[in-house]
């Protein structure tokens, strides 16, 4: 008999046996939730750049280039943002997926009844998607008051700046580091909420997920500032992301708040040395 979550797998043949034996344990299926996510994400942002997918050039036609949006103009800007948030956001979520998973396979070594962590991940990305929809109407906002380009990066440098100074101030912020603390340490979370349905676990996912969103969301609308689609810059900062939640103490935090104010600084500085007089001697 084959030790995994109480199943017996002794039937099968040798390989789907211990292929079974994988796909039993919570672990491993939340394993494989972070990455094939966060990979499908990654790979929707790739084929939207490098001209490889058949409805490339339909996308980018569609892709507002004014203030004047269409139905197809929001619906591609909204996959978008989807697919970056998903991108920038799920490996961050690995550790919270994977405690709610080595959580469950004790409990499913142990017999008791345990949900797939993808409805974890599934309450977790409805958040994340509220948001992309709100990062649309934003940049149909942002486009109109023609603080966004056509290329869909900033147009102002006090635009930038404000974005900049903005994510800085709240990384110093009591909500920013409230919901930290509850992503760097998501076992207290599910022990004293577990749930054993299919609706509670959904639940659950949301919940962190508002925890995530509350953490990141500033840092996230950095991407206004340097470009909405800057795959160099959605990597940066999800990589930062995902080591702020992973690491212990304020000082990362701090250290990237004092970063992104000095670069916002930089960015009005910058703004306003561009109009000030030059006298020829």
Known sequence: MTETAGHDLSHLPPAASRL???FARPKALAALCVVALAGLSWLALGLLYSGISPFDAM?????????VWGAGGFAIVGLMWSAMTLAMMLPSASPMILT???????????????????VLAAGYMLVWLGFAAAATLAQFAF??????DTGMASASGLFSGAIFIGAGAYQFS???HACLTQCRSPFPFF????????????????KQGLYCLGCCWAMMLVMFAVGVM????????GALMTFEKIGAGKRLSYALGVALIVTGMAFVLTAFSAHWPVHAI
């Open 20 to 22: 079974g034996a994988a």
């Open 59 to 67: 996308c980018w036609a569609l892709v507002p280039s004014s203030a």
């Open 100 to 118: 709610y998973a080595e959580i469950g396979d004790t409990a499913a070594r142990k017999g008791e009844r345990i949900v797939s962590p993808f």
């Open 143 to 148: 486009t109109r008051a023609a603080l966004l």
């Open 174 to 176: 009591t909500l920013k």
């Open 191 to 206: 022990f004293t909420n577990w749930a054993t349905t299919t609706r509670g676990v959904f639940r659950l996912g949301v």
């Open 230 to 237: 800057n795959v160099i810059w959605m990597a940066a900062l």
